[in-house]
């Protein structure tokens, strides 16, 4: 890959000078969803398909962007003065939104720099590529312009960008988790403080399967902004009769005593979700750790019932999808990712039984569905790397 974008850069952006070549991994979150922004714990992991990149500075303020994934769009080109989100700059509006937010945190960027792009995640399905081109590029800006940052800094930049450049209202959970990436280790995030600790995920005999189900997520965006504005408003009533900052903060014990205060059904669903998902996550946790793989499986599986009955982000595909991995040999759990209304879902799956998983899945799914499903077997990587 790095050759193949080593001589696309050359060709597109000419052979000389310092050209530097970086990676920044997707990621899988296998189980806490919709509780980065409750307060809540997550628990995602890098993967070793990502986001690479071939770059050099320039000496004026220009800025030229390429895609291999979006090559009819050609070279993007723009300024590092007066950033601002613009139709006419399409995908690279998420490099330009790091480039301005580390600029408002008060990082001359006064030159640009020419940068070829190939990205191994499928676009707009929860592995999170829009992350992993945010980390990217705030990892090359580090190198170009020797800005000493740490990389949960690097994080914060990617989500300040994501959030007020793009409009998408996202948490912390996947620039975190692509920035502090660690193979073959899950990260344990508590995202109402970022303490966080490293998971080993140590499957011996098992897979990690994505099923994309290749529905994209269309209105996923603003559902989900509704989904945060319904947690929001739960919140504030449960804050009415007892002393917490988010819904992380609570037990599922407490959420029972105190949820008739929130006095809307449907409210009442959604936090039920945010807080019986964050418990989930933490018991998950203390499976893995122990060694128990059924339990975390099965957690994973009540996550997903969760996330259809209470949260409502599934949708036909996704629980197509999930239903009929939970139907195959040797599968020890199955759910969304993701944000959901489409996107993938993720599976762990004992590795003699793999193959015919992902058979009979697709088969399945195909049938119900009408088109095909992506299957990907993926490996925990480590963080962005300069190489
Ligand atoms: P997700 O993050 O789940 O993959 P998003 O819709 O949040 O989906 O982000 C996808 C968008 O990120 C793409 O449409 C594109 O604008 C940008 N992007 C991601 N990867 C690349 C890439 N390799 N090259 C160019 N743009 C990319
Ligand atoms: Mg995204």
């Known amino acids: ?108 960027i006064t030159s640009g720099f020419d940068v070829a792009i190939c990205g191994t995640i499928p676009n707009g399905s929860g592995l999170s590529s829009s992350a992993s081109l945010e980390v990217l ?51 344990f995030l508590d995202t109402s403080d970022l303490s966080f600790e490293y998971a080993p995920v140590v499957l011996k005999d098992s897979n990690i399967v994505i099923l994309n189900t290749n529905k994209k997520r269309g209105l996923g965006d603003s559902k989900y902004n509704e989904r945060r504005s319904e947690c929001e408003k739960a919140l504030e009533k449960i804050k009415t009769v007892t002393d917490i900052n988010s819904l992380g903060d609570l037990t599922v014990e407490k959420f029972n005593e105190l949820k008739s205060v929130i006095n809307d059904e449907i409210l ?52 197509t999808i999930v239903n009929e991995a939970l139907k195959q040999e040797g599968v020890i759990g199955a759910r969304m990712t993701g944000a959901g209304f489409g996107g993938c879902g993720v599976a762990i799956v004992k590795s003699e039984n793999t193959n015919d998983f992902i058979n009979n899945v697709g088969n399945a799914y195909k049938n119900i569905i009408g088109y095909d499903a992506s299957f990907y077997v993926v490996n925990i990587g480590d963080g962005p790397v300069k190489f």
């Not at 530097?20 to 070793?48: K, M, Q, S, W």
């Not at 800094?153 to 990436?181: H, T, Y």
Request: negative net charge; glycine residues 8%.
């Open 268 to 319: 009442i669903k959604r936090a039920k979700h945010a807080v019986s998902e964050n418990e989930r996550t933490v018991e998950a946790v203390e499976a893995l750790n122990a060694n128990d793989l059924k339990t975390f499986g099965e957690l994973m599986i009540k996550s997903h019932e969760s996330l259809r009955d209470d949260y409502e982000v599934t949708g036909i595909e996704l629980d």
């Open 1 to 108: 890959m790095k050759d193949k974008l080593l001589d696309i850069f050359k060709q597109k952006f000419g052979d000389f000078g310092d050209i530097r070549a970086y990676f920044a991994p997707g990621r899988v979150n296998l189980i806490g969803e919709h509780t980065d922004y409750n307060g809540g714990h997550v628990f995602p992991c890098a993967l070793t398909i990502g986001t690479y990149a071939v770059a050099r500075k320039r000496d004026d303020d220009k800025l030229r962007f390429y895609s291999m994934n979006f090559e009819e769009i050609g070279i993007i080109e723009t300024s590092v003065d007066n950033l601002k989100n613009e139709e006419k700059d399409n995908w690279a509006n998420y490099s330009k939104g790091v480039i301005w937010a580390l600029q408002n945190e008060g990082y001359k």
């Open 137 to 187: 590029t705030c990892f090359i800006c580090q190198d170009l312009y020797d800005i000493d940052i740490d990389m949960i800094k690097n994080a914060l930049i990617g989500q300040k960008a994501e959030n007020d450049f793009i409009g998408v209202n996202c948490g912390i959970m996947d620039q975190f988790a692509i920035a502090m990436g660690k193979k073959d280790s899950a990260i």
